[in-house]
């Protein structure tokens, strides 16, 4: 029987430091997993289209609940296949609903929710993308809900007392990848 892949998810409101993080566990990853792959949620919702939990297409403004629950549910149906031909997968995403994370738990043989906890005066002061300090519309966290994730596999806070190597140094350690 054919060994299964490891999704590795890397799940927080936007400025937590989930790409950050996870970009640089997937450098030390890739040692040990050469063909392992790296997605990145930003990237994703624009090459991705929509599909319900069953794989109906939608055709949706893709900023409505339904277009990101599907696009969400898109993406890790895409990482299921993968892992299950074999091969590791970091993906950094917020990932909003509890629904997607509990379906990613029951269906993703290998799957390693990790939570990039931070204070909301963290995301304020970081706001790399201006999204707490514009205005905008439609920002998780802000104007639209977010289930906090109540059952990752870790959860990092990250609010500035250890550094990206540091947390990553941590990650590589709990999941025995050293």
């Known amino acids: 029987m054919e060994k299964k892949g490891t999704v590795y998810f890397f799940t927080g409101l936007a400025g937590a430091g989930k790409t950050t993080i996870g970009g640089r566990f997937y450098e030390r990853l890739k040692k040990r997993s050469p063909d392992a792959i790296l997605l990145d949620g930003d990237r994703m919702r624009t090459q991705v289209g929509h599909s319900a939990a069953d794989g109906t297409v939608l055709q949706l403004d893709r900023y409505t609940t339904e277009a990101r629950k599907a696009g969400a549910f898109d993406v890790f149906r895409f990482c299921k296949q993968v892992s299950d ?94």
């Open 85 to 178: 031909a074999g091969r590791d997968i970091v993906i950094c995403s917020i990932a909003m609903y509890t629904e997607v994370r509990s379906w990613n738990r029951e269906n993703i043989q290998n799957y390693k929710e990790i939570y990039i906890k931070v204070t909301r005066e963290t995301l304020y002061r970081r706001d790399q993308k201006k999204l707490y300090s514009s205005g905008a519309k439609n920002v998780v966290g802000v104007d639209l809900p977010y289930d906090e994730p109540g059952h990752s596999t870790i959860v990092i806070q990250n609010d500035g007392q250890e550094t990206p190597e540091e947390i990553v140094q941590k990650l590589v350690r709990f999941f025995g990848l050293e």
